[in-house]
Nanobody, 123 residues
Framework: QVQLVESGGGLVQAGGSLRLSCAAS????????MGWFRQAPGKEREFVAAISRRDSTGYADSVKGRFTISRDNANNTVYLQMNSLKPEDTAVYYC?????????????????WGQGTQVTVSS
């Protein structure tokens, strides 16, 4: 099991930026599929972005062109750079890790989850 700890959430005005970080434990980070999901109040958890061990990336249509996922294997960390934030981006953001070699968007493909970090975008 991989331990994941998110940071970087907070309150930002619409149009602003935030960068989320997720620190992972263990020696196998470079081989993991890493992803970000979010859950807004009263809604189901949804896929945001993922990056494979070969640095292939995938994004939800709602964040394409605004969010960028990246990873630093030397520091066992995955990032989510969020630009041009909108009020509808308000949610708890979760970091997740999986074993697939390919980008996956279903939360069933991720076996380890962080505790989440709150992102609030004011209008």
């Amino acid at each position: 099991q991989v331990q994941l700890v998110e940071s970087g959430g907070g309150l930002v005005q619409a149009g602003g930026s935030l960068r989320l970080s997720c620190a992972a434990s263990g020696r196998t980070f470079s081989s993991l599929l890493m992803g970000w999901f979010r859950q807004a109040p009263g809604k189901e958890r949804e896929f945001v972005a993922a990056i494979s061990r070969r640095d292939s990336t995938g994004y939800a249509d709602s964040v394409k062109g605004r969010f960028t996922i990246s990873r630093d294997n030397a520091n066992n960390t995955v990032y989510l750079q969020m630009n041009s934030l909108k009020p509808e981006d308000t949610a708890v953001y979760y970091c997740a890790a999986g074993r697939s070699s390919w980008v996956r968007t279903n939360d069933d493909d991720f076996g380890s989850w962080g505790q989440g970090t709150q992102v609030t975008v004011s209008s």
